[in-house]
């Protein structure tokens, strides 16, 4: 999780700014909600449902929110690959690291039910990990080989103990990293049109795992039109 907000949940903030008054935001792996408390604050009469994988993180999201905005807030516990959401019911979406804990079955299943709950001429913003972090950096040289093979999946990992350098963390039981190129060709490739890709230097991370500034992904997409 992430205390501060990266250049791409600042850009899907300053987009839903623009809309109207009736604007909805979805916060995929919300967290303590730090982008859906952000959003409330800055944009008068936004809806933002917010979803996480632990109740708690959601609760502490709305103890920590104004009476106020507390009205426009919903909370969406649970895996968000089994909610039940409207179609073409969101102005914008954000899945902030969360896609890096997926298999690839698992982000096809996301992507297809992103595109389904965005709207028509929404946007979608991802941020998510690379191989490029300090603690994961064995595995970088397999990543970049397996991409110059065309490899349909490069940055998963199955096994992620056999490269994760770092013992002072919990090692997820699977790993999925991206980068600019890997992603932008993901989200082509199930209906998305990528108006911004790019590496995101992750200075509030710790410095163990802080490396070249490539430690993150971003990304800004829109629905193929016709899909």
């Known amino acids: 999780m992430s205390l501060n907000l990266d250049e791409y949940s600042q850009a899907c903030i300053q987009y839903l700014k623009q809309l109207d008054s009736n604007a909805c935001m979805l916060d995929l792996g919300a967290a303590y909600g730090i982008a859906s408390s952000s959003a409330l604050r800055e944009k008068k009469e936004l809806k933002v449902y917010s979803n996480d994988l632990e109740p708690k993180h959601l609760d502490e999201l709305y103890r920590t929110t104004s009476d106020l905005n507390r009205k426009k807030l919903h909370l969406l516990p649970g895996n968000f690959l089994h909610l039940q959401l409207p179609s073409n019911f969101f102005d914008a979406i954000l899945v902030s690291r969360v896609l890096h804990f997926f298999s690839p079955e698992e982000i096809i299943q996301a992507l297809k039910l992103i595109h389904t709950w965005l709207k028509k001429e929404g946007k979608l913003f991802i941020i998510t990990g690379t191989p490029y972090l300090k603690d994961w950096m064995s595995f970088a040289p397999i990543f970049e080989d397996r991409k110059r093979q065309s490899h349909p999946w490069p940055g998963f990992i199955d096994n992620p103990t056999q490269y994760r350098s770092s013992t002072s963390r919990t090692t997820p039981s699977k790993a999925h990293f991206f980068d600019p190129d890997t992603l932008t060709q993901l989200l082509e490739n199930y209906g998305f049109v990528v ?7 992750r200075d509030d991370f710790p410095e163990d795992i ?3 500034g490539r430690e993150g992904v971003g990304c800004i997409a829109s629905i ?3 899909i």
């Open 195 to 201: 108006e911004k890709c790019g590496y995101i230097s």
């Open 224 to 226: 193929l039109h016709g």
């Open 210 to 212: 802080r490396n070249d």
